[in-house]
Structures are given as C-alpha cells and as structure tokens.
C-alpha cells in the first residue's frame, strides 16, 4: 500500500489517535493538527490533540475551532498506539513531546517540508503540495470522512497562510480548488483574513516603525535582514509571537531577493527567511539545523544576532 493509505488504515483502527505539532505553531501546523482532531471526534474516533510548551497560540489564530479541546502536553499520552505530527521536519521541533512520538506504536507523518527527516514509520510527506492541511485533506478523502464547517475552517486557515493569501508561487491548482470546495461551508473568510493578515494592536505597530528603521539592505546581495531584540518587545508590551508576520513586511523590499528577520529569544536567535528567486533559503537553514522550503525557511541558533546574520550573509553570493 503506498503511504496514504497505510496512515488512513492505521488511524481507521486506532483506539485513539495522539496529534500534536511543533513548537510555537503557524496557522499550518495549529490548521492541520486542529482539522484531523475534528475530523476524529466528528467519526466518534478518541484523538488528543497537543504541542509543546509555552502551551498558547498567537492572536491571529485564536478563532480556530477546537482550541478549547486541545489537551496540556504534561497530559498527553506517554506511549500512545498511534501518534500523527502535523508540518513538524523534525522530532526535535516537538520538544517534550518527541519522547512520546520515539514511544508510539505507529508514528505519521503528515508534512510538506523537503527538508523533512523522515522520521515516522509512516511518512506521508509531498514536497509539492502547498501545505500540510492539503495533506490532511488528502487524507480525510482517502478515510472517507466527510468535511465539517469546524474542519474547512482549520484547513482553509492552513493552506491561505502557507501560500501567502495564494500570492506565493506554491499557489497550484490543486489548491486553489481546495479552497473553492472549503468556502462552499460558508467561512466567514474576511472576518479570519483580518484577523490573520492585517488586526495588530497599536504597539505591534510602534514596534515595527522601529524595526524597520534598523533594516539593512545589502545591495550586492540583494539581501535585506532586520532584527528585534527583547529589549524591543519589552520597551512595546509585544509577545514574540505576535511578530511572526514581520517578515512578510520585510519581503516586499523591491531590491531584495532574500529577506530575514532575527527574533530574540529564551532559546537564542529564531531567524524567518524568504526568497523570491531561484535562491533555496532552505540550504541556508539546514546549515543551522534548520529547515523550510526553498521560498521560506527557519531555524533557531543559540548565539546572538550579529554573528547570526553575520553568518546569514556570508552564506548569499554577492551578484
């Protein structure tokens, strides 16, 4: 059987399914995980449903169905029967709760990195497809499970955050069509595109008047980067989290093909970067044990943010 339907086979017969998603999770990942936790309980199929510490979601996606269903990870299963991880590369973007999937009976993967280690011993994984919740709708098609509103929201939430309000260049047919057939449920599509794209408190928007005032744009590489620090987040009251669209800002650079935000954190340096070339920005991030895309790639280094960006630079050829 090829990976589709061995996973759809496994979770058919599954006592209950363990979801869970990397750490601090994007509209994809929370999409994703969120839509086969609906999807099971829709079934009256057990499924839990987690992601690590800190336990809390970005504003932009609080209205996402099922959040109120979602279980702590000190409470998830230890060993679970089956265990499903949702756009996570890597066991070790599941922080705690990779002891749990290095316990499960069957672990899937449902992911749409290239850079993915393959890690489950079912990978259900399409570099290809314009996002994982396309992989979860893939499978709830094979599991004959029918879509709910609940689900065509999380899953629309998944692939119109991953394609950039479809303006990137994984925007395929495929996709588009998934969304036509997911508004058909009557999503209230401006209310979530608002509050994903566009609603920022007053101090979010202080914050990046600064920032971008800091930007530097290396013209012979046609690179621009950008950086806050914690000091930054303190002096405005903002949550990290809340700055994961920044980048988007920084991108729009016309005489850039690379952009790059550096994010200070508990952990170190959390480094978002795009391209709009050829240029694979996912080689870059897999130097730093990292992974993405080659349009859009991340990862976190425990050193600060100049030599970080030092070493960014260093990595784009001169034109």
Known sequence: MDELARAADVIAGAPLVALACHVTPDGDALGSMLAMHLLCRSQGKPSVASWPEPFEVAPHYTYLPGLDTVTKPADF????AVMVTFDCGSLDRLNELAEPAREAGELIVVDHH??????GTINLLDADAAASAVMVYRLAKHLGWPLTRDVAIC??????????????????????????????FDLPIAGMSRQLFEEHRFAYLQLVAVV??????????????????????????????EAEGLIDIVRRTAEADVSCVLKEAPEGTKVSLRSITDFDVSAIAMRFAGGGHRAAAGFTDPRPIPQVLADIRAQIPVH
């Open 77 to 80: 299963p230890d060993a679970p």
């Open 114 to 119: 290239a850079t993915n280690d393959n890690y």
């Open 155 to 184: 899953l629309y939430t998944g692939i119109v955050t991953d394609t950039g309000r479809f303006q990137y260049s994984n925007t395929s047919p495929e996709v588009l069509e998934m969304a036509t057939e997911l508004s058909r």
């Open 212 to 241: 971008l005032q800091r930007a530097e744009l290396d013209a012979e590489r046609r690179f621009v980067a950008t950086w806050i620090t914690a000091d930054d987040l303190e002096r405005f009251g903002v949550e990290l989290d």
